[in-house]
C-alpha cells in the first residue's frame, strides 16, 4: 500500500498508461491512507469520495477501450488534492473561515480544468488558515493541521494542509498558492517540493483572495508535489494564460538542454545579515551550491542588497495594503475570527494606515529594486538562499533563538516574501535537516518566466542530495 501511494506522480501516470497500476486501485489507496491519516493531519477538509471513485473508474475504462494508451492526458487517473482556496465546482470553497461557510463554486477554475482535462483524479481539498493570513494552518472553521514528520508542529501556511497530505502519501501532488512563501515555507516544513511561478504563468483566476490590484505582483498559484519532476508535470499542464488573470502572458513552455542549463551561473547566501539562520539551514544552502559545483556549474557566493527595503515593501502591500482591502468584509466580525488572524489584523494596527503615498512610493520602489536585481541576474540567472530561518515549528510559536538572536515571526520568513514582491519564480526542494529530524529545504530563485531553468536546476540538486525522505507518521 505505502508503495502505490509513494510513488511519483510521473512514474504513477507511465504505469497507469502502461496497465501496470489500476486507477481504482489507486485512488481507493489514496482514499483509504486519507481515512487512516486525516483524523490524525487534519489535512483535508472535504474528501470527495464518491465522486473521486467515478473518475477513477471512467479513467480504468479509458485504459481499457485505448490501444494506443499514449494519447491519454499526462496525468490520467492520478489522484491529486486542490488548497481550499482554489474554486472546485462542488466543493466548499471557504478559505478557512466562517464568513465563508457553505461558499461552493459552481464551476472549476482553469487551472483545475486543466488538471481535469489531463486524466487527473480530484481526492478533495485542503485545510489553509484562515483567508490565508498566517504560516500556521489552523482556523475556527476547520482545525488545525499537523505536520506528518511531528504533529505537535506546524506544516506551515497556508498550504500547509495541501504539503501535510503530499508528504503523508494521502495525495500524489496538487495545488497551492503563494503571496508570502505560502508554497514554499510548507515545502520546506514538510519536506517536499513546490513552485512559486511568475504571476501570470499559472492563471490565479477562481482563487480567493483574488490576485488583482497591488496584489496581482504577490499572489501566485503553483504546484506541490514529492519530486522536482512532479512538480514540473502538474506546472506543464497548469501554465497557460487566462483571460481572468491581470498578470497573464502567452509564455510558451521551453525545454531546456542539461547543457543549457549547466551553463547558467549561480550565485547563492546563507543569510540576508538581518535575520540569522539555523546552521542547518546554512549548511543545506552550502550542500545545494557544493551539488551544483559538482556538476560543473559556476558556483559564486553573492548576496542581493536592499532586502531590508523588499521585505518592508512586501509588508506595505502584503499586510497594510491586505488589511485595508479585507477589512470592509471584517468589520463587526471580531467575534467570528480566528485567534491567528485577529492576532495578524493586530500586527498590522500598531503601524499608521497606509497613505496612498505610502501605496506610490511601494509601487515605484518595487520596480527600482527588481530592476537592479534582475540586472544582477543577467550575470547570475540561478540564485540559491533558505526558505525560511528555521524548520518547521511548534504550534503556537512566534519567535525564536537562533544563533543567540531573536528572530521573530515574519521575519523569518522574509527569505521568501521578497520574492513576492519582486516577481521571481523560486522552488524549493528538500535537501538537510535539522538536530530534531525535521526536514530543511532550499530555494532555487531564476528570472520571471524561467520556470525551466528554475526547476532543471532543482531536479539536479535533488538527484544529488537524496531529495523527498517519508516522514514518520
Known amino acids: 500500500m505505502d508503495e502505490i501511494v509513494y510513488a511519483s506522480l510521473v512514474e504513477t501516470a507511465k504505469n497507469i498508461r502502461g496497465r501496470k497500476i489500476s486507477p481504482v486501485e489507486l485512488a481507493e489507496a489514496h482514499l483509504a491512507r486519507i481515512a487512516r491519516l486525516n483524523p490524525k493531519l487534519n489535512a483535508f477538509v472535504t474528501v470527495d469520495a464518491e465522486r473521486a471513485r467515478a473518475q477513477a473508474r471512467s479513467a480504468e475504462a479509458a485504459v481499457s477501450l485505448n490501444s494506443k494508451t499514449t494519447s491519454l492526458g499526462p496525468l490520467h487517473g492520478v489522484p491529486i488534492s486542490i488548497k481550499s482556496s482554489v474554486d472546485v465546482a462542488g466543493l466548499p470553497c471557504e478559505c478557512g473561515s466562517v464568513l465563508r461557510k457553505g461558499n461552493t463554486p459552481p464551476e472549476d477554475a482553469p487551472l483545475v480544468g486543466r488538471l481535469r482535462a489531463a486524466g487527473a483524479v480530484i481526492l478533495g481539498n485542503t485545510n489553509v488558515p484562515e483567508f490565508l493570513m498566517a504560516y500556521e494552518t489552523d482556523n475556527l472553521l476547520c482545525g488545525r493541521t499537523n505536520n506528518p514528520w511531528d504533529l505537535e508542529r506546524t506544516p506551515g501556511g497556508s498550504s500547509g494542509g495541501e504539503a501535510a497530505a503530499i508528504a503523508s502519501g494521502c495525495s500524489a501532488g496538487g495545488v497551492g498558492s503563494d503571496g508570502g512563501g505560502s508554497i514554499r515555507v510548507p515545502a520546506h516544513y514538510s519536506g517536499i517540493c513546490g513552485l512559486k511561478p511568475t504571476p501570470g504563468r499559472v492563471p490565479s483566476t477562481g482563487h480567493f483572495p483574488a490576485s488583482a490590484g497591488p496584489f496581482a505582483q504577490l499572489g501566485v498559484v ?26 497573464a502572458a502567452p509564455v510558451p513552455l521551453r525545454r531546456w538542454s542539461a547543457d543549457e542549463i549547466r551553463k547558467l551561473r549561480v550565485a547563492y547566501f546563507e543569510d540576508d545579515g538581518a535575520t540569522p539562520v539555523t546552521p542547518e539551514t546554512a549548511a543545506a544552502v552550502r550542500a545545494a551550491a557544493d551539488a551544483l559545483r559538482s556538476n560543473g556549474f559556476s558556483v559564486e557566493p553573492w548576496r542581493p542588497p536592499n532586502l531590508d527595503r523588499v521585505w518592508q515593501f512586501w509588508w506595505n502591500l502584503f499586510g497594510r495594503a491586505g488589511q485595508m482591502a479585507f477589512g470592509p468584509t471584517l468589520e463587526g466580525h471580531d467575534q467570528d475570527l480566528s485567534p491567528i488572524l485577529r492576532a495578524f489584523r493586530a500586527r498590522v494596527a500598531e503601524e499608521p494606515p497606509l497613505t496612498a503615498q505610502d501605496l506610490l512610493n511601494t509601487l515605484l520602489a518595487r520596480d527600482v529594486l527588481r530592476g537592479n536585481l534582475l540586472a544582477k541576474m543577467e550575470v547570475f540567472p540561478i540564485l540559491l538562499c533558505p526558505v525560511c530561518a528555521v524548520p518547521a515549528f511548534r504550534h503556537g510559536e512566534r519567535e525564536w533563538t537562533v544563533q543567540g538572536r531573536k528572530v521573530e515571526y515574519l521575519k523569518a520568513m522574509s527569505y521568501s516574501q521578497w520574492f513576492n514582491l519582486l516577481g521571481n519564480p523560486a522552488a524549493v526542494v528538500p535537501v538537510g535537516r535539522s538536530p530534531e529530524g525535521l526536514p530543511i529545504g532550499v530555494q532555487v530563485v531564476g528570472r520571471p518566466w524561467e520556470e525551466e531553468t528554475v526547476l532543471g536546476v532543482s531536479a539536479i540538486i535533488e538527484d544529488a542530495c537524496g531529495g523527498f525522505r517519508r516522514p514518520p507518521i
Not at 506541490?224 to 498578470?247: I, K, N, S, Y
Open 222 to 247: 503553483g504546484p506541490m508535489a514529492r519530486t522536482v519532476r512532479d512538480v514540473a508535470q502538474l506546472f506543464e499542464v497548469m501554465a497557460g494564460p487566462d483571460p481572468g488573470d491581470p498578470a
